[in-house]
Each structure stands twice: as structure tokens, then as C-alpha cells.
């Protein structure tokens, strides 16, 4: 008993703003405001932008965790500190820092721009950015534990087979860390869905472009409160949706 | 064909200096207590591990030498080794554990598969192909592991204690099958092992390592008769005791107390080596030829096949083997004063 009433009141902490959701959604305009063109267009961007920023993660961010996972160097310690900083700091702090950097006037931004003529901030690529930002640290550290509690001796067996660094990788160690990698993937792409202080900051809030559906239900609570609370739920199911397919995986072995 | 390896590397409380020399055709058995540096010096034959010093060389091929700082990655190494766990790919099936070392060193996809289900044939796993190895047993995975090891046609073959992870009873089994396809290799086999059963029915000659260093190696008769180690004498089932020979009448005065006669014993540092076999008991002091005699006590017994190993305490304390109606006559479960009686025929003595 002493374990359960807070129990109880922590569960529904979570659970009554949720309840708040469902009570007050314009049931009756839920199906115009889910079809509405910038509803659409918002949830089009956020899938796209979500997508690419997990596909990038995984691209820069597995090989990044390998690293971490398996060589030693002066200075590993505090790399990783730096690149997992995004976990930790304010999103919004992430855009700035981005901005500063990328931005028109930022000095990788500027070298950008004269060289190859590319202007990431207020963009969809800037959005991207943004999001793989944010997100991506959770990929490398879930695929950097999943590399670090493999067995490293069917990496050797497979060497004595004659299989080269590259085919012992794709062949033996991604397979092997599947579930990590998956989980990873998952996580990364579940928060990059829900960036909103770095891709704001940084990306701005321009409908169609930039305007990922975190951003449309901020602004819409301005507007119309109702088409909001439809976006909000909207965003909840696909959240509840991972986390219930991820329970096995990754909460339940936690 | 041959191997040539002096090897020396230290690795936490290891301090391993060994060196080794397999010829042409050869199995090699090499027998070592946990922690001896078995597993580490076939790892440094695999390129595994680096030397700190020494080389190893494969047909005059220099895989590794740490004066030069040449080294062959085990990639690159005509080699196939069967892991004491085996170490099959989990997500891969039996056919494509078997087909992996073929793709990895070039071979077709289609002259890949062809061949990995002769392999699987070959070690009586034909129909067991599309298994994935969690799915088979520890014999049946111990035959994909040789498959694998076997399909790429290495020259040196290096086994794991292949029969550490198996049951006794499939054990006898396996051993004949492993015997046979170890004798259709042709190329260097070193078998680690702490099994000497094990090393005899499928090593030719041995090499016993001890704390990092080869303390005795020739045919499993040189060692199981003039055994170097405590360790050996206990692996062979054999007494053995260390003494000095001072004077040139035969007689070795033991460090462990008391002194044996024996044959053309040479002087100077050597070891006694008694068979239990050749230990007689009796509770009435022996007259007659036996010439050495000497009182103890009958510490602890042990029923091995049908022979009783007794434990005489004594000086020196020693090994019997007797029948078990030897037991029940003598009354050696009462204990009491036993005498012990060996003949000078019977003690092997040779150099330490």
C-alpha cells in the first residue's frame, strides 16, 4: 500500500493530460482537420524529415558508435560527451548553436554558401539537420551498447574465415547487433518526429517547407485550438504506437 | 608443409614463451591445465594475437615476426580453426555458416553453395542444412564448426578443445568421426586439448605446455612413461617423484622423504616414475625379492573401471592400483599400517 498510492499518482500524471487530449478533441472536426492541406502537408514534412534525419543518424551515427565501441584514443571520453550533448541540452540552445554555425553568417554556413552554394537554415534539408541533431545521439548510444555487449569472438571467427574488416562488419556485426540497431533507429526517429526547439530556431516555421507538425500544433493553438488537439493526438498514437512495438526490445530489457 | 612458431608474449598473469614445430601431415596435441597458454598460443597462430616477440613461420612463410614487424592478418592466413565454443553465426544458417569462409575468399555464390553442402554431407549433416545453429545440437554444431573450418581448404588446421562443449555420451562418437576427418586432411593439425584421451586417439605426438612454457612433448608413450610434471604424472594416472641419485648402487633419495631402488639409475638430479600397477599392499611386512618396502598408511581410495586407486601415506607417499577384492581382503576402508612394496624393476628413473 505504501508503494501504491504513489505509484497511482505518478501513472496518472501521465495518464490525465492524455485523458484532457481526448476529452476536449472536436471529435466532429477531427476528420476536416485531419484532411485539411496544411494538416497533410505537416504530417508529409514531419514523415520526411523524420525519415531522412533517422537514415542519416544511421548512416554518420553507426560508424560513430563503432568507434566509440571499439577503438581507444586520447580524447574518446569528451568526444563522446560532445556528440551526445544534444540529449542533455535545450533543443532550443541545439538551433541557436546550429544557426551560429550554419547559418548565413556562421562560418561553416558562409563556406557553404560561397562553395557550393548551399543554405541550410529555413530549409527542409535545414529541418533535417535539425532534427538528425537532436535525435541522433540516441542512435549512438544505442548502437554503441549493443556493440559493446556483443560477443567480439564471431568477429575473430569470421576473420579466420577470410573475411576482410568490411565483410566481417556487414556480414557478422551489423547482423549481430540487429536489435540495438533497430531499437536505435527507432528511438532516433521517434525523437527527430518530435523536434521542435532546434528545427524552430533553426529552421524556422514556414508552412510546406519547414512547418513540421510539432511546430503546426504550437501554432495552431493561436488559431484553431481544435485542429491542434487533432495534430497532438495524432503525434500520440504514432508515439504510442513505437513505444508499445519497442517494449520488448528496449524498455523491457532496460 | 610445416609450422614453425617460437612465440613469446605476456597477457595479464600469462607469461607465455613457447616454441613449436609441427611437420608435414602431423596432429599435434597440445595438452595444458586451465590457463596454461593453450588457447592464447593458437590464437597467436591465427593472427589473433600479437607477438611481443619471436615469429611464426607456415611452409617457410613468414605469417608473423616481431623483429620485422611482418604480419599476415588471419585473413590472409591459409587457415581454419574450430573454436571451443565453435562460434557458428548465429543469424546464418548451417549451410551458410559452412558457406562463409568460401564467399569470403572469393569463391562463387553458386560454387559456394555446391561445395558447402558436399562439406555438410561429408561431416553426415546433409539433410541439416537449412538449420540455424541454435536449432542443432552440440555434436551437430561441432560438425558445422569442421565443416567451416575444413571447406576452405586451410593448411593449418587449429582445434579448440572440439570436445570441451559436448556431453560424455556423444563424446566417443564424435571422436571417431573427428579421427576420421582429421586423418582426410592433409596439412599441419594442432589440436588443443586437456583431455588426454582426447590427445591420444587423436594427437600423434604431444606437446604439454605448462604456465606458459613447453615442459615435455614426444609420443603419447615417452610422456605417459617418463613423465616431467606433476601435472603429466596426474594426467597419465602415474606416480611421480623427484630425487637425486648420489652414489652408483641405484638408489634415489627422494625429496619427498625416503629413497627408491631402481635400475641403472642416472646420478645426479631425476625423476621416479612408479606405475600404480606395479605398487603391491600387503599388512604383513613382505619377505622376499621386492626391494623396495616401506610402511603407510591407506589414505583415500577411488574406483576407476575395476581397479581401486588407494592413497598410501607415507614416506614417500605413493599411488596403488589394486582389485576391489584386494580392498575387501586387506580391509583397507579400516585403515591402519599398510605396507608398500615395489620392485627395482618397476621404478623408472630418468634425468629431470
Given at each position: 500500500m505504501l508503494l501504491a498510492i504513489p505509484a497511482a499518482i505518478g501513472a496518472a500524471f501521465f495518464i490525465l493530460p492524455l485523458v484532457g487530449l481526448l476529452l476536449r478533441a472536436p471529435w466532429g472536426d477531427a476528420l476536416r482537420d485531419l484532411a485539411a492541406p496544411e494538416t497533410l502537408e505537416a504530417l508529409r514534412l514531419s514523415l520526411v524529415a523524420s525519415l531522412s534525419a533517422t537514415a542519416l543518424s544511421l548512416v554518420l551515427g553507426v560508424p560513430l558508435a563503432w568507434i566509440y565501441a571499439r577503438l581507444e584514443f586520447p580524447g574518446r571520453t569528451l568526444l563522446r560527451a560532445l556528440t551526445t550533448l544534444p540529449m542533455v541540452l535545450p533543443p532550443v540552445v541545439g538551433g541557436l548553436a546550429l544557426l551560429l554555425a550554419f547559418g548565413r553568417r556562421g562560418f561553416a554556413g558562409a563556406w557553404l554558401s560561397a562553395g557550393l552554394g548551399l543554405t541550410l537554415p529555413f530549409t527542409t534539408a535545414g529541418v533535417v539537420m535539425a532534427e538528425t541533431f537532436v535525435a541522433m545521439p540516441f542512435l549512438v548510444l544505442t548502437v554503441e551498447s549493443g556493440l559493446r555487449s556483443m560477443d567480439t569472438r564471431y568477429e575473430e571467427a569470421a576473420r579466420t574465415l577470410g573475411a576482410g574488416r568490411w565483410t566481417v562488419f556487414r556480414r557478422v556485426t551489423l547482423p549481430l547487433i540487429g536489435p540495438s540497431l533497430f531499437a536505435g533507429a527507432v528511438l532516433c526517429w521517434a525523437r527527430a518526429l518530435g523536434e521542435f526547439g532546434a528545427t524552430i530556431t533553426f529552421a524556422g516555421n514556414f508552412p510546406g517547407r519547414t512547418q513540421t507538425m510539432p511546430l503546426g500544433v504550437y501554432l495552431l493553438l493561436e488559431t484553431n485550438p481544435g485542429a491542434s488537439i487533432v495534430l497532438s493526438l495524432l503525434l500520440l498514437l504514432v508515439s504510442l504506437a513505437v513505444l508499445v512495438g519497442l517494449r520488448d526490445r528496449w524498455l523491457g530489457s532496460a | 608443409m610445416?609450422?614453425?612458431?617460437?612465440?613469446?608474449?605476456?597477457?595479464?598473469?600469462?607469461?607465455?614463451?613457447?616454441?613449436?614445430?609441427?611437420?608435414?601431415?602431423?596432429?599435434?596435441?597440445?595438452?595444458?591445465?586451465?590457463?596454461?597458454?593453450?588457447?592464447?598460443?593458437?590464437?597467436?597462430?591465427?593472427?589473433?594475437?600479437?607477438?611481443?616477440?619471436?615469429?611464426?613461420?607456415?611452409?617457410?612463410?613468414?605469417?608473423?615476426?616481431?623483429?620485422?614487424?611482418?604480419?599476415?592478418?588471419?585473413?590472409?592466413?591459409?587457415?581454419?580453426?574450430?573454436?571451443?565454443?565453435?562460434?557458428?553465426?548465429?543469424?546464418?544458417?548451417?549451410?551458410?555458416?559452412?558457406?562463409?569462409?568460401?564467399?569470403?575468399?572469393?569463391?562463387?555464390?553458386?560454387?559456394?553453395?555446391?561445395?558447402?553442402?558436399?562439406?555438410?554431407?561429408?561431416?553426415?549433416?546433409?539433410?541439416h542444412g537449412g538449420a540455424r545453429p541454435a536449432h542443432l545440437s552440440g555434436g551437430q554444431r561441432q560438425r558445422v564448426a569442421l565443416a567451416r573450418a575444413l571447406a576452405t581448404s586451410p593448411r593449418l588446421l587449429l582445434l579448440d578443445e572440439p570436445m570441451a562443449a559436448l556431453d560424455a555420451s556423444t563424446r566417443a562418437q564424435l571422436r571417431r568421426d573427428l579421427r576420421r576427418l582429421l586423418a582426410g586432411f592433409r596439412g599441419v593439425r594442432l589440436l588443443v586439448t586437456h583431455d588426454p584421451l582426447e590427445a591420444v586417439t587423436l594427437g600423434g605426438r604431444m606437446v604439454v605446455l605448462e604456465a606458459g612454457r613447453v615442459v615435455q612433448a614426444g609420443s603419447a608413450r615417452e610422456i605417459t612413461e617418463r613423465p616431467r610434471s606433476r601435472y603429466v604424472a596426474d594426467l597419465v594416472g602415474t606416480n611421480l617423484l623427484r630425487g637425486r641419485v648420489t652414489g652408483r648402487d641405484g638408489l634415489v633419495e627422494l625429496e619427498a622423504g625416503g629413497r627408491l631402488r631402481a635400475l641403472?639409475?642416472?646420478?645426479?638430479?631425476?625423476?621416479?616414475?612408479?606405475?600404480?600397477r606395479a605398487v603391491a599392499l600387503y599388512r604383513e611386512r613382505p619377505a622376499g625379492t621386492p626391494r623396495n618396502v616401506w610402511s603407510g598408511r591407506p589414505e583415500s581410495m577411488e574406483l576407476l573401471g575395476d581397479r581401486v586407486r588407494v592413497r598410501v601415506a607415507g614416506s614417500p607417499s605413493i599411488v596403488a592400483e589394486v582389485t576391489p577384492a584386494a580392498v575387501q581382503e586387506l580391509r583397507l576402508g579400516e585403515g591402519g599400517e599398510v605396507w608398500v612394496s615395489v620392485k627395482a624393476t618397476e621404478v623408472e628413473v630418468y634425468p629431470a
Open positions: - | 610445416s609450422l614453425e612458431a617460437g612465440v613469446r608474449l605476456r597477457l595479464g598473469s600469462l607469461d607465455l614463451e613457447a616454441s613449436l614445430a609441427v611437420e608435414e601431415g602431423e596432429v599435434v596435441a597440445l595438452l595444458g591445465p586451465n590457463g596454461a597458454g593453450k588457447t592464447t598460443l593458437l590464437r597467436v597462430l591465427a593472427g589473433l594475437q600479437p607477438l611481443a616477440g619471436g615469429r611464426v613461420l607456415l611452409d617457410g612463410r613468414v605469417l608473423e615476426d616481431a623483429a620485422t614487424g611482418a604480419y599476415v592478418p588471419p585473413e590472409r592466413r591459409p587457415i581454419g580453426v574450430v573454436f571451443q565454443d565453435y562460434l557458428l553465426f548465429p543469424h546464418l544458417s548451417a549451410l551458410e555458416n559452412v558457406e562463409f569462409g568460401l564467399r569470403s575468399r572469393g569463391t562463387p555464390r553458386a560454387q559456394a553453395r555446391e561445395e558447402a553442402r558436399r562439406w555438410l554431407g561429408e561431416v553426415g549433416l546433409g539433410g641403472g639409475a642416472p646420478s645426479g638430479e631425476v625423476f621416479a616414475s612408479v606405475h600404480p
